[in-house]
């Protein structure tokens, strides 16, 4: 539950990496937790459509990679990542 709460405050301070580490750390302890991967999706998305250079492509990319650590099968992660490969 401090993953997920502090992965709320970074989100409203706009710190996403940091949010979404949190809340990847959140989900690692509970993997079935819903609203843990609906914030994770938001996180992703709005870091994709946010993203103006290579390093935050970099970013992106790392947190994609651990999401998929977590969550192997999780279909609303494999549409982010098709979807971000024709970005």
């Known amino acids: 539950q401090a993953h997920y709460n502090?992965?709320?405050?970074?989100?409203?301070?706009?710190?996403?990496?940091?949010?979404?580490?949190?809340?990847?750390?959140?989900?690692a302890a509970r993997r079935s937790d819903d609203a843990t991967k609906d914030q994770i999706s938001h996180i992703i998305r709005t870091m994709r459509r946010n993203?103006?250079?290579?390093?935050?492509?970099?970013?992106?990319a790392l947190g994609l990679e651990r999401q998929r650590?977590?969550?192997?099968?999780?279909e609303a992660l494999d549409l982010l990542l098709t979807d971000a490969r024709f970005q």
């Open 6 to 27: 502090l992965g709320i405050v970074y989100k409203r301070q706009q710190r996403l990496a940091a949010a979404l580490a949190h809340f990847q750390e959140a989900l």
């Open 51 to 60: 993203a103006d250079g290579p390093e935050d492509w970099d970013e992106l």
């Open 69 to 74: 650590q977590l969550a192997p099968d999780d």
